[in-house]
């Protein structure tokens, strides 16, 4: 059942709020986000002086606008490419997962009797990137850019790829010097990225990512390491799993792209 803002509430909102502090003010707007019913009120509550000014200067502005210029076609500098795809506080994050995955590389060469470490990397490698890919605490443009219209779920998406880009061709490397099916490199890393995202739709990006990884290495690495075999989700005949994890996990977060959106994400 929604709760709708109290109408006295609404009228005085659309007075100038005044007699209301900044935290009653912050929590209209946000449910003014998302619940059209109030919106339609404040409307409605609007004092006609204002309705009345807000007239004149949408008339203004589409009388300017049908009498200048024709707009300049829109170009894309390198700036607003980078804005989108990726943030330059990536790259630390990027540069210790090729690290950590060459290191794995060199420990398996150096301890054989170890358990392979890539295939155990594998799932949690992108989760640093994708982490700071859509977090405010990481981006600090992140509170102007999640208000442009390319913003949310596409975005993140945008840089989720770039984050890709250079951590699968890393694990395809690791992969093949250390003799790993690059189905069982490739597969955990896609799906523990898709659920990052489901998962992120709910908690928030940067959570998901640290719990995931936290389960992971409680779960997985750590008695792996303990045991010296690799566990049952990571031999040959858990491919196909991986890959329907990572298709089911793909279309729930698809559903929650609307989660993205909000200003008041916990990211």
Do not use: K
Not at 107 to 112: D, F, G, K
């Amino acid at each position: 059942m929604t709760v709708h803002l109290d109408p006295a509430v609404i009228g005085r909102y659309a007075g100038g709020g005044s007699g209301l502090d900044d935290a009653t003010v912050w929590s209209i707007e946000m449910h003014l986000e998302t619940c059209a019913s109030c919106r339609g009120h404040l409307v409605g509550s609007t004092p006609e002086p204002t309705r009345a000014l807000l007239e004149r200067v949408a008339a203004a502005l589409d009388r300017g606008i049908a009498t200048g210029p024709a707009p300049l076609p829109q170009q894309r500098s390198w700036s607003a490419v980078r804005r989108r795809w990726l943030v330059w506080t990536l790259l630390p994050w990027l540069t210790m997962t090729v690290a950590v995955l060459g290191c794995a590389v060199v420990l398996e060469a150096l301890r054989p009797d170890l358990p392979s470490l890539v295939p155990l990397l594998a799932p949690v490698a992108p989760l640093p990137g994708v982490a700071v890919a859509w977090s405010r605490r990481a981006d600090p443009a992140w509170e102007l850019i999640a208000g442009t219209p390319v913003a949310g779920m596409t975005m993140l998406l945008r840089r989720t790829l770039a984050v890709l880009a250079v951590v699968v061709p890393a694990l395809a490397l690791a992969g093949a010097r250390t003799g790993t099916s690059l189905a069982l490199a490739l597969l955990p890393c896609l799906a523990f990225t898709a659920a990052t995202i489901a998962v992120g739709a709910l908690v928030g990006v940067r959570r998901a990512a640290v719990g995931l990884a936290v389960i992971w290495a409680l779960v997985v690495v750590l008695p792996s390491l303990a045991t010296t075999r690799l566990p049952v989700v990571l031999q040959p005949g858990s491919a196909v799993v991986w890959a329907l994890v990572t298709v089911a996990l793909a279309g729930f977060a698809a559903t929650r792209a609307d989660s993205f959106r909000r200003l008041a994400s916990r990211n």
